[in-house]
């Protein structure tokens, strides 16, 4: 079984500071680590992902995460933010290829960014 | 189209109808996927196919959910005699079938009971 937690339900920011969304997961095998954003009344559009390889991915946007294996975490971080990043955030993790996965996620609890002016 | 299309995008039930989400997935997509959205909740999931076979439908909270992909292309999503907690957005997704591969969304539904 995975879980994914999301630490923080809400983050507001000011435009143009960084910022630093959380996610955790927990599973018993390999996993692949994916960020989706949810603008209002949208469908989730992937902003990055991990699969393998250098544990830092840069995805759209401006948007990066770091996978930290031993931490079990993967944050997404953005040094300068603008008002169009108001969105929420979907941290989801699924199985690798390696089993038999085929690629169904496990979502958190999503994090509401807003940006202020 | 270009994306993942859904309809409709909005549905108002009176408890105890029947309902039927249409989700019509990017062409040649393998994988089809279905989630339930409550309201402040990531989604959840409830059923995959590939093609036309259902493989996994462990998600679906009751036996009211039924869910259909006969030619391998448009899928739907059913319910029967549906319940208030049934209130919620129904996303459906598509990839190419790849573990690991993007999933692409449509706008999803929104279904609220009454």
């Known amino acids: 079984a995975q879980s994914v937690t999301q630490l923080d339900s809400q983050v507001p920011v000011f435009e143009e500071a960084p910022v630093e969304l959380r996610c955790n997961y927990s599973s018993s095998v390999s996993v692949y680590l994916f960020w989706y954003v949810q603008y209002p009344n949208q469908g989730l559009q992937l902003l990055l992902k991990y699969l393998s390889g250098s544990t830092l991915v840069k995805g759209i946007n401006g948007f990066e995460a770091e996978f930290n294996k031993s931490q079990t975490s993967f944050h997404l971080r953005k040094p300068s933010v603008h008002i169009s990043d108001t969105a929420e955030y979907f941290c989801a993790v699924s199985g690798d290829a390696g089993g038999t996965s085929y690629g169904k996620l496990t979502f958190g609890q999503g994090t509401i960014l807003t940006v202020h002016p | 189209g270009a994306g993942v299309s859904q309809s409709p995008r909005y549905k108002v039930a009176k408890r105890g109808q029947d309902v039927a989400l249409r989700c019509d997935p990017i062409s040649g997509h393998v994988s089809l996927f279905w989630y339930q959205q409550a309201l402040g909740q990531g989604p959840e999931f409830l059923t995959y196919f590939q093609n036309e076979a259902q493989l996994d439908k462990s998600g679906l909270p009751s036996d009211r959910f039924f869910a259909e992909r006969p030619e391998g292309s448009v899928s739907t999503l059913k319910i029967q005699r549906t319940q208030q907690e049934d209130s919620a957005v129904y996303l459906c997704?598509?990839?190419?079938?790849?573990?690991?591969?993007?999933?692409?969304f449509g706008p999803g539904t929104r279904l609220t009971v009454t």
């Open positions: 997704a598509s990839s190419l079938g790849l573990a690991g591969g993007e999933q692409y």
